[in-house]
C-alpha cells in the first residue's frame, strides 16, 4: 500500500480507471457474443443490428486506448466479413 499521499491518489485513479475500462471491455465481448450467435443463427437483420452495435463498442475501445486503432479496424473487417459471408448464401 502506498505510504505519500501522490502515491495513495495515483493508486485511486489508476483503480477507477482500471474498472471503467473493464467495463468497456466487458460490453465489447458481450457484444462480440450476441453478433456471433445471430451470425450462427443466420439471423441477417438481427446481425446487421449486432454488427452496428459492436462496430461501437469497437471504436468506443479503440478511442480509450484499450487496443491499437489497426487492431479495431482489423476486427471490424472480420466481422464485416462474416456478416457478408451469411449474406450472399
Do not use: C
Request: charged share 35%; glycine share 2%; no cysteine.
Amino acid at each position: 500500500m502506498p505510504q505519500r499521499r501522490n502515491a495513495i491518489k495515483a493508486l485511486r485513479i489508476s483503480k477507477k480507471k482500471h474498472l471503467h475500462n473493464l467495463q468497456i471491455k466487458t460490453d465489447l465481448r458481450k457484444a462480440l457474443k450476441k453478433f456471433q450467435v445471430t451470425i450462427e443463427q443466420k439471423n441477417i437483420e438481427e446481425a446487421k443490428a449486432a454488427l452496428r452495435i459492436a462496430f461501437k463498442k469497437i471504436d468506443k475501445a479503440a478511442k480509450r486506448h484499450l487496443f491499437h486503432k489497426n487492431t479495431a479496424a482489423r476486427r471490424k473487417s472480420y466481422l464485416s466479413r462474416l456478416l457478408l459471408g451469411i449474406t450472399k448464401k
